[in-house]
């Protein structure tokens, strides 16, 4: 029932989102790569269509499930919910396992399973677990796997092949994981493989050496095949991380960072404290959070005078104090690993003006923790509740989740201006080309370039490219901070001059000048780029150009077509 609430519920509120708003950069993205590689297996044939989908390093797993499900695709983003869906399956059935082999009720399991959507943090970045980042689908495999290696390692499966199928589905799941984005291995290896391997050397201590070789048997097997997979996009994904966001972007000082970390778990859990987000949806968070802790508390009092189940050997890992141990173990070390190793992966390297709370690295892994700790709470219910009262807790924990998933996700409605979205659609349109894409040259960090390119392959073109340019050895897009060093400015400003001037078809461009003089702006031409703009624009004069902007007196943006290469010759 969770399953179909999530899927049925998500494509409508899909749907209704994207009437009205332009998808972000990240989610546009993904459904860029899904209707480029859609394309493909209509037109060319689903063997054909492969290289296409093996081309993404940013979430080669996406890519592949459109391949695979393609027959069942259509080209609109409410389409592609079913991706989160399938991720989300299991998450659902691993936290339900671990609740059930950690000898909680059947109806508690189900509130446990539950609990997957109430943090706060599941509903940041727009839409949240119904958009189509990348970071929805990981958080998902990540918390499934999780919960799937407790119950094989550290739980009580009620016969051999139960217990060996959670095996199977906890290297299956980390295996789907680490192909769900780029940084996965960092989530999976904290989340997951270090737990992991804590439970598996617990082990040693009730059984043989031989036994416990043996459990890893089923795990490696299934994981191994994902991680030969992954192999193929290594270099693809180095390039990424070691990109000049992060070289350019270093500065952050570590005492920021670490108080930063200090309070972003709180933070995370129950949407308070985050600038940048409605104060509705934060209290809903907290609303729903308080549904269910007080559901918890009834449960508890209705099942006081329970008769008790009758007595069972009890393995010496189920003991009350062993489950405590284990559990506070994995949530103590998950909240250590985000704060101390994510802090200097992300807040250490991020862009120097942006605080660890606005990055999404440590968002998950922090819920993961708050999930683990919620199995713990549990764990000391009556296990031998009344059968009205287990149905009674699932059916009012799945109506917490519904209610508490829309009041969230309708605070997210967008509140773009028409013409702000008009004019992505007709610049979609001018850009759409069947034959060589065009260059365009992207120098208005508010315009938004993938949702142009969206558009012009929703209309059935090849979508326009995005210019880079070399400097220092690098690639670079027109949004990074610029060199660390200001006497590198002018060979920065020339190689990018130079690659417009030569390079681009169309430059879009703000109309207003002094966008591009913004005080202590993180990018480079916000903060720094009205010479080298008016250098371009000046070569340009007699260029075609088309305004775009709330009136025609007051244009915002302006695009100019350079396909003549008139000023090239100057440049060089």
């Not at 399938?86 to 059930?100: D, Q, S, T």
């Not at 028409?418 to 069947?434: C, I, P, R, T």
């Not at 417009?500 to 078809?505: E, S």
Request: proline share 6%.
């Amino acid at each position: 029932m969770l399953i179909l609430v999530f899927y049925g519920y998500g494509r409508w509120v899909i749907a209704d989102y994207y009437d009205a708003a332009i998808p972000h950069y990240d989610s546009v993205g993904a459904y860029l790569r899904y209707f480029i590689v859609l394309d493909a297996v209509h037109q060319h044939g689903l063997v054909p269509a492969i290289p296409y989908a093996f081309a993404d390093a940013l979430s080669p797993l996406q890519s592949i499930f459109t391949l695979a499900f393609s027959p069942f695709l259509s080209k609109s983003m409410s389409s592609f919910h079913l991706y989160n869906t399938l991720c989300f399956i299991p998450a659902v059935f691993g936290m339900y396992a671990a609740a059930r082999a950690y000898r909680c009720t059947a109806g508690t399991s189900v509130l446990f399973a539950c609990l997957l959507l109430v943090p706060g943090g599941m509903y940041y970045w727009d839409l949240g677990v119904f958009d189509l980042r990348r970071d929805p689908g990981t958080y998902f495999l990540l918390v499934g796997a999780l919960f799937f290696a407790i119950a094989y390692f550290a739980g009580e499966a009620p016969t051999p092949r139960r217990r060996l199928a959670y095996g199977i589905c906890t290297g299956v799941t980390a295996g789907l994981c680490l192909l769900s984005r780029d940084s996965a291995f960092g989530f999976l290896f904290g989340v997951v493989v270090l737990p992991a391997i804590g439970m598996w050397l617990a082990n040693f201590r009730r059984k043989t050496v031989r036994d416990n070789l043996f459990d890893l048997i089923p795990v490696i097997v299934s994981f191994i095949p994902f991680v030969f997979i992954w192999g193929l996009f290594v270099d693809s994904i180095l390039g990424r991380i070691l990109n000049p966001y992060l070289y350019y972007g270093a500065g952050n000082d570590g005492p920021t960072t670490l108080v930063d970390n200090v309070a972003v778990t709180l933070f995370l859990i129950t949407d308070l404290g985050h600038s940048f987000f409605w104060m509705s949806s934060k209290w809903e968070t907290v609303k729903i959070m308080a549904g269910f802790a007080a559901l918890v508390a009834g449960i508890y009092f209705l099942s006081r005078n329970t008769p008790a189940a009758k007595p069972e050997p009890q393995p010496r890992q189920l003991s009350a104090t062993s489950r405590t141990v284990t559990l506070v173990s994995i949530t103590v070390f998950i909240v250590l690993y985000v704060h101390f190793f994510l802090a200097f992966v992300v807040g250490w390297l991020s862009v120097n003006s942006r605080s660890i709370l606005e990055v999404a690295a440590p968002y998950y892994p922090s819920m993961a923790a708050f999930l683990v700790a919620g199995l713990l709470g549990l764990t000391f219910l009556p296990r031998s509740q009344r059968m009205r009262v287990q149905i009674g807790s699932a059916l009012l924990a799945l109506t917490l989740v519904v209610v508490g998933m829309h009041t969230r996700s309708q605070t997210r409605k967008p509140n773009y201006p028409d013409w702000f979205v008009s004019a992505h659609e007709q610049v979609g349109q001018m850009l759409a080309n069947s034959g060589t894409p065009y260059v365009v040259a992207e120098m208005a960090s508010d315009f938004r370039m993938p949702a142009v390119q969206l558009y012009a392959v929703q209309s059935g073109a090849k979508p326009p490219q995005r210019l880079f340019y070399q400097f220092d050895g690098r690639g670079h897009d027109f949004f990074v901070a610029g060199p660390a060093d200001p006497a590198m400015n002018a060979g920065f400003e020339a190689a990018m001059e130079e690659a417009v001037l030569c390079r681009a078809d169309f430059i879009l461009t703000f109309a207003d000048m002094s966008r591009y003089q913004i005080e202590g702006a993180a990018i480079y031409l916000e903060s720094s780029g009205t010479e080298v703009v008016n250098r371009i624009t000046g070569k340009l004069e007699e260029a075609p150009k088309t305004f775009y902007g709330e009136t025609p007196e007051s244009p915002l943006f302006r695009v100019i077509d350079n396909r003549a290469r008139s000023a090239c010759e100057t440049a060089q």
